[in-house]
Nanobody
């Protein structure tokens, strides 16, 4: 069973930066696509960024130019560098991996507030 372990959330003022990390365990083959989603209370989970092995990243329009997704393919890890954070970026961020049934991390809270 694939397990995704996230880290890096926290409280940051507007304009600040955070870096999220996620590493997969329980899998020995490269995961084709990994990414990040976020959810706020009362709303559906939304895609923030995804990246395929050797492919170009995809970003939600709301984070383009501010967030950068990167992969460490041999380790099946994915990272999200978040800069110029805004209050509307607040939410629970979930790591996702394109395994057979789709795998999700437990989520990490990101709060952007002064």
């Amino acid at each position: 069973q694939v397990h995704l372990l996230e880290s890096g959330g926290g409280l940051v003022p507007p304009g600040g930066s955070l870096r999220l990390s996620c590493i997969a365990s329980g899998v020995i083959t490269p995961i084709a696509v990994m990414g990040w989603y976020r959810q706020v209370p009362g709303k559906q989970r939304e895609m923030v960024a995804t990246k395929a092995n050797g492919g170009s990243p995809h970003y939600a329009d709301s984070v383009k130019g501010r967030f950068t997704i990167s992969r460490d393919n041999p380790k099946n890890a994915v990272f999200l560098q978040m800069d110029s954070l805004k209050p509307e970026d607040t939410g629970v961020y979930f790591c996702w991996a394109a395994t057979l049934s789709g795998s999700w991390g437990q989520g990490t809270q990101v709060t952007v507030s002064s």
